[in-house]
Nanobody
Framework: QVQLVESGGGLVQAGDSLRLSCAAS????????MGWFRQAPGKEREFVAA??????YYADSVKGRFTISRDNPKNMVYLQMNSLKPEDTAVYFC????????????????WGQGTQVTVSS
């Protein structure tokens, strides 16, 4: 049974930082692309970042502010978020994929329950 469990969300002020973590179990972690997505109220789920053996990938909106990383022996993936903005407010989801289109939610087979990030102005 595959489980992805996110943690690290919270309420912060604009300009602050947060580090999200995602603990994975029940899958061959190193063989999966791991991604972070977010969904704000009334909006579609959108790609934030992904990481696999080829490298790291970011949405333009977070490039230079967010950093994705992973620790394969620990089955963990992280999202370091710096210089947070109110528009970063959303539920953040961790997801696992063996597909090719890394920015497409439909390519991700497994999803966590999400963690809320709220950035006040």
């Amino acid at each position: 049974q595959v489980q992805l469990v996110e943690s690290g969300g919270g309420l912060v002020q604009a300009g602050d930082s947060l580090r999200l973590s995602c603990a994975a179990s029940g899958l061959t972690f190193s063989s999966y692309t791991m991604g972070w997505f977010r969904q704000a109220p009334g909006k579609e789920r959108e790609f934030v970042a992904a990481i696999n053996w080829r490298g790291t990938y970011y949405a333009d909106s977070v490039k230079g502010r967010f950093t994705i990383s992973r620790d394969n022996p620990k089955n963990m993936v992280y999202l370091q978020m710096n210089s947070l903005k109110p528009e970063d407010t959303a539920v953040y989801f961790c997801a696992a994929s063996q597909g090719l289109r890394l920015s497409q939610p439909s390519e991700y087979k497994y999803w966590g329950q999400g963690t809320q990030v709220t950035v006040s102005s």
